[in-house]
Nanobody, 126 residues
Framework: QVQLAESGGGLVQTGASLRVSCVLS????????MAWFRQAPGKERMFVAA????????DYADSLKGRFTFSRDNAANTVYLQMNNLEPEDTAVYYC???????????????????WGQGTQVTVSS
């Protein structure tokens, strides 16, 4: 049974950086499309970034490109999201997700992912 566990969230000030991590257990991350989503209070879950089938070509939400960086360490079954120059609008619960079967056209759709972590809270104060 695949499980995902995020960590690294916290409370930071505007302009700070933060890195969140996600460890996959019960499988090998190199076999999965891995993604990050976020959900702010009262809003829908939003795509942040993903690496389709471990190809190393990272897709980012247009609004976050340049500030957020997705990376993965398959030897450690871990993916990361480095977030720089954080803004209050980045406040959300950040979720890690995984899928072995989704197709490229569904990369940004939350319903395409079979596995989810519990989320980690990131709060950016102004």
């Amino acid at each position: 049974q695949v499980q995902l566990a995020e960590s690294g969230g916290g409370l930071v000030q505007t302009g700070a950086s933060l890195r969140v991590s996600c460890v996959l257990s019960g499988g090998s991350s190199r076999q999965y499309t891995m993604a990050w989503f976020r959900q702010a209070p009262g809003k829908e879950r939003m795509f942040v970034a993903a690496d389709f089938r471990n190809y190393g070509r990272i897709d980012y939400a247009d609004s976050l490109k340049g500030r957020f960086t997705f990376s993965r360490d398959n030897a450690a079954n871990t993916v990361y999201l480095q977030m720089n120059n954080l803004e209050p609008e980045d406040t959300a619960v950040y979720y890690c997700s995984a899928s072995r079967t989704l197709i490229l056209s569904s990369l940004r759709s939350p319903s395409s992912y079979a596995y989810w972590g519990q989320g980690t809270q990131v709060t950016v104060s102004s």
